[in-house]
């Protein structure tokens, strides 16, 4: 049993893996899945956090400019 679950987690799972991928589904459609799934993912915890970080950066630049033309 040992044996066989290390031959299968060495060989990434390639045997187990029939030419139909999983539930019949191909396996580039499960990766495609996984992909839009994770970037959907990303999208949704990120936007708040990355949308004022560039808010500030835009503060800070526009801070730095208007003390940049004041003082030549």
């Known amino acids: 049993m040992k044996t066989a679950l ?18 019949g589904i191909p396996s580039i459609a499960w990766q495609a899945i996984n992909l839009v799934a994770f970037l959907g993912l990303l999208v949704y915890f990120l936007r708040k956090p990355v949308k004022g ?3 500030e950066r835009r503060e800070g630049v526009e801070k730095a400019l208007k003390k940049a033309r004041r003082h030549p």
């Open 6 to 23: 290390a031959s299968l987690l060495l060989s990434g799972g390639a045997e187990a893996e029939s030419a139909h991928g999983f539930l």
């Open 53 to 55: 970080f560039f808010a």
